[in-house]
């Protein structure tokens, strides 16, 4: 572990022959210095006096914490020193104009999982990179595949960076004593099949057939049609879902469904699925709507939402396939045809 790189020197390296490149990686430190601090603020829970008491609602119409508010002060911050043209965050209703001028543009959920922090449970910052276009606005609205850096930021029993850069997926570790990030994986691959799912059940009745169909599947274990037993995973951390996807493998769904304001999903395009969406594809895995592939999807207004299903290949296009088995309602998955359909084989 010694002779493991710090982030400092990966930066270096990454960024020494492009001032383009440059300009990426010194968005990225700004970041990871505003992480450092955030993980002492979560760390320190009720003794650094931001301790998750409610605040307002954000612009999705999310309650929010003081400390989503704080974590987007402070990322903010950081992104105004770096060169940024404009950012889009969770916590702000309309994008922030920095520097027109500067190369790229940045999209950030700032404090992921919020609402987990009273449980002790992993919370994250997940933040997109891309290249600024004709303005500093119109980025926003590129496809998923524009994005030039991705990465999120975990705040839990260790403090880690999961970083897509350059066209792989390398993940970090904050060291308490000298508080910079080390290189401890480098080009992860997701395990290409893993027996383990994870989504809500609590919201079966309101999903579409298809999601019913996939997880009625799964739920017969070796006596369906898989013939195998799976294990069920939930923890409502978006950034703790997909970390153990990474490490684990299997397949995590936040699928569109029947209540109001979930038509559509629930998770926001260009902060939360476009940069997971990097990430999983960037390691060998898969991310799509059920429907269509996250990354060529471009968002139609800042805080679009979007279904996300990711993880292992094979189980992301099982899902896929019944999806596309199935008209755009949400339908009875009792029906007869649903009956007659088979997923493994």
Not at 15 to 28: L, V
Not at 36 to 49: E, F, H, K, R, T
Not at 113 to 138: C, H
């Amino acid at each position: 572990m010694d002779h493991s790189p710090t982030l400092g020197t990966y930066l270096e390296r990454f960024a020494s022959t492009s001032a383009r490149d440059n300009a990426a990686a010194a968005i990225i430190r700004s970041l990871a210095d505003a992480a450092v601090q955030l993980a002492d603020l979560i760390a320190a829970g009720p003794l650094s006096g931001i301790d998750g008491r409610a605040g307002g609602v954000n612009s999705g119409g999310d309650h929010q914490i003081d400390l989503d508010v704080e974590a987007n002060n402070r990322m903010c911050a950081a992104l105004r020193e770096a060169p940024v043209a404009a950012v889009v965050s969770e916590e702000a209703e309309l994008p922030e104009i920095l520097d027109p001028t500067a190369p790229f543009c940045v999209a950030i959920d700032p404090l992921d999982g919020s609402a987990n922090l009273v449980n002790n449970i992993s919370t994250g910052t997940i933040f997109s990179i891309r290249p600024r276009t004709r303005d500093a606005l119109s980025a926003f609205f590129e496809p998923g595949t524009a994005q030039t850096a991705a990465g999120c930021f975990i705040y839990g029993a260790q403090t880690l960076l999961v970083l897509a850069l350059n066209g792989r997926v390398d993940i970090f570790i904050l060291g308490r004593r000298d508080r910079g990030f080390v290189l401890i994986k480098s080009g992860v691959r997701i395990p290409q099949h893993t027996a383990e799912f994870a989504i809500n059940m609590s919201n079966r009745r309101h999903w579409n057939g298809a999601v019913r169909s996939y997880i009625d599947q799964c739920l017969l274990g070796a006596a369906g049609e898989c013939g195998e037993d799976f294990n069920m995973r939930w923890v409502a951390s978006l950034v703790a879902e997909a970390y153990r996807i990474l490490m684990r493998g299997g397949v995590f769904l936040y699928p569109a469904d029947a209540r109001r304001n979930y038509h559509e999903g629930r998770l926001r395009l260009l902060y939360e699925a476009h940069p997971i969406a990097l990430i999983m594809e960037w390691a060998g895995g898969a991310a799509s709507t059920g429907r269509d592939r996250i990354l060529d999807l471009s968002a139609r207004m800042p805080h679009q939402r979007v279904p996300l299903i990711m993880g292992s290949p094979r189980a992301v296009r099982d899902v896929d396939l019944l999806h596309l088995q199935t008209p755009p309602l949400f339908e009875n998955s009792d029906a007869p045809l649903f009956g007659r359909r088979g997923l493994f084989r």
